[in-house]
């Protein structure tokens, strides 16, 4: 029992001390113009700096899209995307890719600063969408989002070590 305490503590020392990075794979999907995923992430502590997305994009035939009309939005706050605004976000500007230099299939990448602070009460909103309101089917491959200086908050790291623990102690 002593050693299990002795763990947990390291886990949560190491978990608050941490200074790393959250990626948030997104996966592939379809989508229409003004279509969009959204997922809400574990709660995360530290400090929001940037971030990093990346993703495969093909275009259909005839969806009139261009890469940059892919839109994210962090916590109210989007960049990318053409006429499109999603959950009342606050335009931060386009992507490094944008335009027509950006119509073909390919692999798409950009970084951007923001700022945010996370107190592990709360996780970030993200929306991924298609920003161009009348694009045909886009297919967005392998869409990953780097949040940058933000970590799970430590409850989550101690539940996920005391789950370990009961499940040895259920073995034993």
Do not use: E
């Not at 949560?12 to 990075?21: F, K, V």
């Not at 009342?88 to 992507?95: D, K, M, P, Y």
């Not at 951007?112 to 298609?130: C, Q, R, V």
């Amino acid at each position: 029992m002593q050693k299990a305490l002795i763990a947990a503590g390291a886990v949560l020392a190491a978990a608050s001390a941490a200074n790393a990075d959250y990626t948030v794979n997104l996966g592939t999907m379809t989508l229409t113009g003004g279509q969009s995923v959204s997922v809400t992430t574990a709660n995360l502590t530290g400090t929001l700096t940037g971030f990093t997305i990346a993703f495969g994009y093909d275009p259909q035939a005839s969806s009139g899209s261009w890469a940059s009309d892919a839109a994210l939005v962090i916590d109210g706050k989007q960049w990318g995307g053409f006429n499109v605004v999603f959950g009342g976000a606050t335009s931060q500007g386009q992507w490094a890719f944008d335009g027509s230099g950006s119509a073909n299939a390919g692999f798409y990448s950009d970084a951007k600063s923001t700022t945010g602070n996370y107190n592990g009460s709360a996780g970030a909103n993200l929306i991924f969408g298609n920003g161009w309101a009348t694009s045909g089917a886009v297919v967005y491959s392998n869409v990953t989002v780097v949040l940058q200086g933000v970590v799970p908050a430590p409850g989550a790291f101690a539940l996920l070590g005391l789950a370990g623990f009961a499940s040895r102690r259920r073995r034993a």
